[in-house]
């Protein structure tokens, strides 16, 4: 709109002169402010343990310096060799000079630790050879090929060249069961060492049955909470609040009390001769007890979005779908099912990310083949001490969650989600 | 109104309760022909919305029968019943365009697409949104999505049309557009259409009959005009229009005209419509533009003295508050032709009104 006074006298001026447009940017800045100083603490909180520390740790599974910190001088001489001809004389020089250091630095074990990640079964070799480091003599290449022959081989010495190097992809290649060589750079994992991919693919089909079961059993709870009369609806509500009010850990017990071999279930089924006493369902302790437990622990989730949608949606669609000419059936899913997708979207990427980063309860009841991919990392963050490792196993998992929030923004819209 | 030979909606002593204790509809028994614009008006809570649930089959009747075109519906489910209905809230469902809404009640009885298609078209061009087949109905104004509503209730030419206070969410102009909209498409169409209301004025223009509801009864059933002159109780009296009324006692009745002694001491006459006898108590009715000032030789019979408390100036006529046997309410229209407007506040007159004006209804204690 061109304003003819506008134009004459310029910009429109405030009451005490100043510019409108300045006015108003001072105004609004100190609003601006105020609402930015109430979020200050939290959003320091959130920075300080949340984003600081997934960055760090993202940053340890690419990186990773313990064995060049510990062996400078083979470090630099590694980075010499092109690891494609044999190992030179100065290599050896440069090893027993660091093995001998990191003997009475006692960092030996770091060392052995680190490459025996990249190139297991060689821990001893390590160890051994910085026992014998201080008797060794020049030349030192045959001494101590003589020590222990491994050292001729010429794999030992491409893996510490990999080690060597601090930046690294060798852990996000391990992850995906894949190793980085030095001569022909990402190869496949040997078949029996394959277990990553594995995981991850059982993860994300326990994660999707799960889900799946959390829907099927969720859906109806819901619809009855949404259209039961107040007082019925509110004691329904009650029940499906409870395990909130459960401590995990009672509530993951409570399932090996009542899923073990001599447990509750198996007890009526053999009461009832629908199994004999010494064949007894195998019902925990495997991939049938994680998708128990996980499904009735995360069902929640999916109730309550579910049921904040159908809230909103009058009984009138209904009726008018009928009065249309629908069976009930037609109505309900032509009707009444596409207005709730908006809760199952919310309800199923919940579940489904929740389920996929899930520790406790398969830990518990998850016996071998109900582990998860969390199980895994955690495995590596205390027992392996592959902490770099774990880092690339949750970067995956990472990108793997941001990955379906995108399609599922792509498909459904991240704005049309309903979480209560 | 003619009373059809075979009525094409038919409730039979119809009764709803919905707690087991209380009667939400009494006995309820209405005739319906075929292509009549029947209205059902009442105060809010009065049963209308039961009645129209019963006979769409969302709700069942307690007692009695409910017949459509002959045979009992009572067992026949709503989705089989082929009522068209057009809900207060519209119910479009918002999941779908309005094409796709108004193609529904034709896909579910599996109309080939082609038919789906021109159908549409048609009844879109009969409520003029041709242009908005494409829309959501959240992108649509309030008397857009009335229209679709009306459309969808209509394509797929049920023969009965079921209305729930449709208008009521518009605002006043739009909502008189509507109603001339609603009835020229009824007499286009020639469908039976149930029309519920709480709104007078729009039950008075609309309907071929009007049903007055109050306290799950039907008090009155009758056409717009007959509701106006000749209420026959003092529900409907009130009800419909604007009256004044008055208490009183029965002294005697000849030939239809009873005389009555008001409660502040006047004698009248009234038309006896709804009395159980002399001395027994009644309620006086008399619309506003019956009654007239009364000079010397004027020949009525009924005489009041009254003080006007209050003119208002309304162009073609003048509206007067006045005190009137004790009632200071008493509203009277006075043509504002040329004689009459030496009326002034605090003034003192006679007023009255011929013997038919005035009925005499059941006896109401005055609120
Ligand atoms: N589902 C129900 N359960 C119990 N009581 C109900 C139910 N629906 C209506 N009622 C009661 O029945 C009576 C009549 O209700 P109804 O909805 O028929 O009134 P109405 O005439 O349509 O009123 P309004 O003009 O406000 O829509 C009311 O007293 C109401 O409280
Ligand atoms: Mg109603």
Known sequence: MVDSQTVLSGPITAADGTPLKKK????????????????????????????????????????????????????????????????DEDLFVALVADLKKARK?????????????????????????????????????????????????????????????????SFYATA????????????????????????????????????????????????????????????????????????????????????????????????????????????????????????????????????????????????????????PTMAFIKVYVPQTIPGVGAGGLLVFILAIGYYITPALVGGQDGQLISNMIAYHMQKSLNWSLAAALGGILLAGVLLLYWIYDRVIGIDNMKLG | MVQAKDPFVSFKGVQKSYDGETLVVKNLNLDIASGEFLTMLGPSGSGKTTCLMMLAGFETATHGDIELGGSPI??????????????????????????????????????????????????????????????????????????????????????????????????KQLREHMQYEIKHIHENLGVTVVYVTHDQSEALTMSNRIAVFDDGVIQQLADPVTLYEKPENSFVAQFIGENNQMVGTVKSVSKGIATINLDSGAEVKALAVNISGVGSRTTLSVRPERCVVLTKKSATVSRLDAKIEELIYLGDHIRCRMNVAGDDQFIMKVPNTSGQLGLEIGASLQIGWQNNDCRALDFKELV
């Open chain 1, 176 to 327: 995906l069961d894949g190793r980085y060589t030095v001569d022909k750079g990402f190869v496949k994992q040997n078949e029996n060492r394959q277990i990553y991919v594995k995981l991850f693919w059982r993860t994300f089909m326990i994660s999707a049955t799960v889900m799946a079961l959390c829907l099927l059993l969720g859906y109806p709870v819901a619809y009855l909470l949404a259209t039961l009369p107040l007082r019925s609806s509110n004691l329904l509500m009650i029940m499906v609040l409870l395990p909130f009010w459960t401590s995990l850990l009672v509530r993951t017990t409570a399932w090996i009390a009542i899923l073990q071999s001599q447990g509750v279930i198996n007890d009526l089924m053999v009461a009832m001769g629908i199994t004999a006493d010494d064949s007894r369902f195998s019902l925990i302790y495997n991939m049938t007890g994680t998708i128990i437990a996980m499904t009735h622990i995360l069902l929640p989730f999916m109730i309550l979005p579910l049921y904040s949608v159908m809230k909103t949606i009058p009984p009138s669609y209904m009726r008018a779908a009928r009065s249309l000419g629908a069976t």
């Open chain 1, 105 to 169: 630095d006692r960092t030996i074990g770091r060392i052995a630790t680190r490459v025996n990640q990249e190139y297991p079964g060689t821990r001893s070799l390590f160890t051994s050879t910085a026992r014998k480091a201080k008797k060794l003599k020049a030349p030192f290449k045959e001494s101590v090929i003589k020590t222990n022959k491994k050292w001729a081989n010429i794999e030992v010495w491409r893996a510490m060249k990999i080690t060597s190097q601090d930046l690294t992809p």
């Open chain 1, 24 to 87: 108003l940017a001072q105004a609004l800045f100190r609003s601006r402010v105020r609402a930015v100083s109430l979020v200050v603490p939290l959003l320091a909180f959130v920075l300080a343990s949340f984003v600081i520390p997934i960055f760090a740790l993202m940053w340890q599974g690419v990186y990773n310096d313990r064995f060049s910190t510990y062996t400078p001088n083979l470090s630099d001489q590694l980075s010499k060799w092109d690891g494609l001809g044999e190992p």
């Open chain 2, 74 to 171: 009572n067992n026949i489910p709503p989705h089989k019943r082929g009522i068209g209905m057009v809900f207060q809230n519209y119910a479009l469902f918002p999941h779908m365009t309005v094409g796709e809404n108004l193609a529904f009640p034709l896909n579910v009885r599996k109309v080939p697409k082609a038919e789906v298609e021109e159908k549409v078209r048609s009844v879109l061009d009969m409520v003029q949104m041709n242009a908005f087949i494409d829309r959501k109905p959240a992108q649509l104004s309030g008397g857009q999505q009335q229209r679709i509503a009306l459309a969808r209730a209509l394509v797929f030419s049920p023969e009965l049309v079921l209305m729930d206070e449709p208008l009521g969410a518009l605002d």
